[in-house]
């Protein structure tokens, strides 16, 4: 059974700080690229940023090129997103979502396996 | 960006009867090398993660039950539920994988009327 769990949400002071987990299991995780999507309060889905399979390739979407880096470590089956300089509007949870297809690229995908997501909130 | 437009933003419906939500890209997302629609329909019920009902525009993945049904190529598309039941609240969002980023609609949420 494909897992995915995601840890690190809190609280952050507008220009500070977190670093987003994904511990993954029930797949072999270096055969699929892995994003990031986030919910701000009762808003939509938004895209955040992808990995390749082996990390040589990322995708950011425009709110977060700059300040949030995506990366992974295939021998702990782990996904992170260290995100600097938050601002209010980064406030959502978080999902680590999985493609519905094995492929090691960055290429777009629909997502068949997410997480529970964790909650980021930027406020002073 | 390929920008996607769901409509209406909310429907209430009575149980038993017929749902419909619409997709629309502002480009397509038919690769015609392939002849596929890059377009997937997800379900998410408050609290939740969203779910995975459709892909490639009609292939319904795999559990979601068959009154869910995914239609549509090029531009626009639907979802339909055939016969709406209790469990179906939820907010549903369509999303299109034809090129990054991979967008998501505004979503659409469905009631019991």
């Known amino acids: 059974e494909v897992q995915l769990l995601e840890s690190g949400g809190g609280l952050a002071q507008p220009g500070g700080s977190l670093r987003l987990s994904c511990v993954a299991s029930g797949f072999s995780f270096s055969s699929y690229g892995m994003s990031w999507v986030r919910q701000a309060p009762e808003k939509g889905l938004e895209w955040v940023s992808a990995i390749s399979g082996f990390g040589e390739s990322t995708y950011y979407a425009d709110a977060v090129e700059g300040r949030f880096t995506i990366s992974r470590d295939n021998s702990k089956n782990t996904l992170t997103l260290h995100m600097t300089s938050l601002r209010a509007e980064d406030t959502a949870v978080y999902y680590c979502a999985r493609p519905g297809f094995a492929s090691r690229s960055v290429e777009a995908c629909y997502f068949d396996s997410w997480g529970q997501g964790t909650l980021v909130t930027v406020s002073s | 960006d390929i920008v996607m437009t769901q409509s209406p933003d909310s429907l209430a419906v009575s149980l038993g009867e017929r749902a419909t939500i619409n997709c629309k890209s502002s480009?397509?997302?038919?690769?015609?090398?392939?002849?596929?629609?890059?377009l997937a329909w997800y379900q998410q019920k408050p609290g939740q993660p969203p779910k995975l009902l459709v892909y490639w525009a009609s292939t319904r993945e795999s559990g979601v039950p068959d009154r869910f049904s995914g239609s549509g190529s090029g531009t626009d598309f639907s979802l339909t539920i055939s016969s709406l039941q209790a469990e179906d609240v939820a907010v549903y969002y369509c999303?299109?994988?034809?090129?990054?980023?991979?967008?998501f609609g505004q979503g659409t949420k469905v009631e019991i009327k």
């Open positions: 480009q397509s997302v038919l690769y015609t090398s392939n002849n596929k629609s890059y």
């Open positions: 999303q299109q994988y034809y090129t990054n980023p991979p967008l």
